[in-house]
Every structure is written in structure tokens, then in C-alpha cells.
């Protein structure tokens, strides 16, 4: 299992990958979570970055 040390929040616009700024692909989504919280995969060969990101309620 994946141990993730960070959890990055979104809103409106498309996730960026927090390592290089490419677009991601969403991996495991647990909306039905009161936190709405994803699982992403940078789509970029060379980072191939995985991270959690939880709805921005504000």
C-alpha cells in the first residue's frame, strides 16, 4: 500500500501534479466521502507522481 505524507485540495479547475505540473488522471474517487477525496496519477512518463486530493469546501 501507498503511504501518502500530503493531502492537496481541489476546486472548479483540472488537478495538476504537484511534483511537475502536468494533468493527472484520477485513480480511486471516494465521493461519497463527506470530504469528497481522490486518488491521482500524474499522466507525465517521467513523474508518474501519486497523490490525494480532498474537495476545497470555500
Given at each position: 500500500?501507498?503511504?501518502?505524507?500530503?493531502?492537496?485540495?481541489?476546486?472548479?479547475?483540472?488537478?495538476?501534479?504537484?511534483?511537475?505540473?502536468?494533468?493527472?488522471?484520477?485513480?480511486?474517487?471516494?465521493?461519497?466521502?463527506?470530504?469528497?477525496?481522490?486518488?491521482?496519477?500524474?499522466?507525465?512518463?517521467?513523474?508518474?507522481?501519486?497523490?490525494i486530493?480532498?474537495?476545497?469546501?470555500?
Amino acid at each position: 500500500m501507498i503511504e501518502y505524507k500530503e493531502v492537496y485540495t481541489y476546486n472548479d479547475q483540472p488537478v495538476t501534479c504537484p511534483q511537475c505540473g502536468n494533468r493527472t488522471e484520477i485513480l480511486l474517487d471516494f465521493y461519497f466521502l463527506p470530504e469528497k477525496t481522490q486518488v491521482h496519477k500524474c499522466l507525465s512518463k517521467n513523474c508518474k507522481t501519486e497523490f490525494i486530493t480532498q474537495e476545497d469546501i470555500e
